[in-house]
Structures are given as structure tokens and as C-alpha cells.
């Protein structure tokens, strides 16, 4: 759970960096206690409690909760792209999705 909560943090100071926006901005534009946000943001982090308050976090900066929360693309989306792109032919397909290990190990 750690890794989450600083995966958290990490990115909404990323955003709020990107956006040119500061604490106290995030705190007024969603009317959440300024106090909560530098929690968020703070070394030890702490996630939302709320799943309302992760999907407006999400709305606010135009990404999706699975953005917010793990700091990468949603691999749902891959997913939905790769089948929109795909020509279906008439017949009975399996299709099996693995999540790997690259040689990293990410």
C-alpha cells in the first residue's frame, strides 16, 4: 500500500506541476481542506477515501482514476483501442491477455 500512496502523491504533484498549479489552487477549485491536499502530497501520502473524491481529482486534471492512482495508462484502454482496430471475422476466437515482466522487470 505504500508504493500506491507515493505512486499517488507523485503524480498529482506531477499534475499540479504540469497545470502550473499550487496546493491551496486544488484545494479552492474542489473545495477540498487544504490541510487534506498536503497529506496527499506529503512524504508519508495518504490516498482519498472517498472514490467521489478520486473521480473528481480524475475529472479535474482530464485523466482517468487508474492514471491518478497507479501513475500509468489504463490497460483497459489498450485493450479497447486494439479491439476498435481490429477486422472481426466470423467465427469462435479465444483471446488471452498476459501482463509481462520486460527484462527490467517492470
Known amino acids: 500500500m505504500k508504493q500506491i500512496k507515493n505512486i499517488f502523491g507523485n503524480t498529482l504533484k506531477t499534475l499540479l506541476s504540469q497545470k502550473s498549479l499550487t496546493a491551496k489552487d486544488l484545494s479552492r477549485d474542489l473545495n477540498i481542506p487544504y490541510r487534506t491536499v498536503q497529506e496527499w502530497l506529503g512524504a508519508g501520502g495518504r490516498i482519498p477515501r472517498e472514490a467521489e473524491t478520486i473521480k473528481s481529482l480524475s475529472n479535474y486534471f482530464g485523466i ?3 492514471y491518478l492512482l ?3 495508462q489504463d490497460p483497459r484502454e489498450e485493450f479497447i483501442s486494439l479491439i476498435d482496430k481490429a477486422e472481426v471475422h466470423t467465427g469462435l476466437y479465444e483471446i488471452t491477455i498476459k501482463k509481462v515482466k520486460t527484462k527490467s522487470g517492470k
Open 64 to 66: 482517468s482514476t487508474h
Open 70 to 72: 497507479f501513475g500509468e
